[in-house]
Nanobody
Framework: QVQLVESGGGLVQAGGSLRLSCAAS????????MGWFRQAPGKEREIVAA????????YTADFAKGRFTISRDNAKNTVYLQMNSLNPEDTAIYYC???????????????????WGQGTQVTVSS
């Protein structure tokens, strides 16, 4: 069982930056792949980025490439999402998610993830 708590969301102007953090409970954090998803009003939830348990594999959605970076610190049981050059289209609730990883490549589908945080709101003003 993994419990996830996101933080770092807020209101930022277009062009600004935010760093989201997701703290995980438990002593087996390093066995879980981690992902960030987001859901904008009226839209389906979509993956933003994902990272394998040993950082050997990462994925970044096309809309986030060059702007967002996912990272993790297994010693701190924390995964991060650094978001730069934010624009109003990035406004959404951002969710942290985890699954017990048994394959090399990190998975990117929502149904692959078993544990979810409550989400943190990111609002980008124009």
């Amino acid at each position: 069982q993994v419990q996830l708590v996101e933080s770092g969301g807020g209101l930022v102007q277009a062009g600004g930056s935010l760093r989201l953090s997701c703290a995980a409970s438990g002593r087996t954090f390093s066995t879980y792949a981690m992902g960030w998803f987001r859901q904008a009003p009226g839209k389906e939830r979509e993956i933003v980025a994902a990272i394998s348990r040993n950082v050997g594999s990462t994925y970044t959605a096309d809309f986030a490439k060059g702007r967002f970076t996912i990272s993790r610190d297994n010693a701190k049981n924390t995964v991060y999402l650094q978001m730069n050059s934010l624009n109003p289209e990035d406004t959404a609730i951002y969710y942290c998610a985890a699954y017990y990883q048994q394959t090399i490549l990190v998975r990117t589908t929502e149904r692959s993830y078993d544990y979810w945080g409550q989400g943190t709101q990111v609002t980008v003003s124009s």
